[in-house]
């Protein structure tokens, strides 16, 4: 199997839990990809043959963590700044499935974590303001990412730079966005925008754990009850 590696602190869990099968022989003939940096250091620390969609464009499962998760399991991600490389990749799977606490469960996308944008270095105030006045997402308040691009807080005098050596700009929402399907589609074309951490239609199924215990939402479970 071709597998997805995650990012962020539950990612971590899901990583260090398919290292732990790897070397049981309880799992064989799995190579992996991972989604930044971070998680490439941690799966070869733990000797998971690992690969880029340079040698394999498709992947049998992806896992991932996510920021918030809305009851049609569209997410946002990039809290750990990396998005880009998470779309890349876990667009290509056959099974996206997110692992979450039940903290990340949302009505709407937007007020309970600030929607990460990546964008190209050059001329980025004029990005930030290009992003900041697109009708899709008026009234948010648009910060670029200071510190490490791991972190959405600021903490820092410099730019946070992701791993692919774009900034980050985190927009703020007070109110759930109306049409994430138009967000979406505003922010892809702009120009000096990368990408965004909007995840529409991407997840096979996501599962949540929480006070009762793991529930599971999407394809092969129940449907969303939050
Ligand atoms: O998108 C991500 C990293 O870019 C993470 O999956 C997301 O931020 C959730 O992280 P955590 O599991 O640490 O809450």
Redesign the pocket.
């Known amino acids: 199997m071709v597998v997805g590696l ?6 971590y869990f899901a990583v260090e839990r398919l290292g732990e099968k790897l070397k049981s022989g309880e799992l064989k003939d799995i190579i992996a990809i991972p989604t ?1 940096e971070r998680t490439r250091e941690q799966a070869e620390s733990l000797g998971i043959p690992l690969c880029t969609l340079n040698e394999k464009s498709v992947l049998d499962v992806a896992i ?4 918030e998760v809305d009851p049609d399991l569209a997410l946002v ?7 880009l490389r ?1 779309k890349m990749v876990e667009v290509m799977a056959k099974k996206f499935v997110v692992i ?1 606490d039940e903290s ?1 469960l949302c009505k709407g996308l937007g007020p309970g974590f600030p929607l990460p944008v990546e964008i190209t270095p050059f001329c980025h105030m004029h990005t930030l303001r290009t992003i900041a006045a697109l009708p899709s997402v008026a009234g948010c308040e648009a910060v670029l990412r200071m510190g490490s691009s791991s972190t959405n807080k600021p903490d820092g005098d410099n730019i946070a730079v992701t791993d692919n050596g774009n900034y980050i700009v985190d927009l703020h929402f007070k109110e759930p966005i109306k049409d994430v399907n138009k967000a979406a589609e505003e922010l892809k074309n702009t120009v000096g925008v990368v990408d965004h ?1 909007l995840f529409v239609g991407m997840s096979y199924q996501v599962i949540v754990a929480g006070k009762d215990g793991i529930k599971v939402a999407g394809t092969d479970g129940e449907p969303a009850w939050w």
Not at 6 to 11: E, I, L, N
Not at 64 to 67: L, N, Q, T
């Open positions: 995650g990012t962020g602190s539950t990612a930044s991932d963590g996510a920021d991600k990039g809290g750990g700044g990396a998005l998470e979450v990340k951490g």
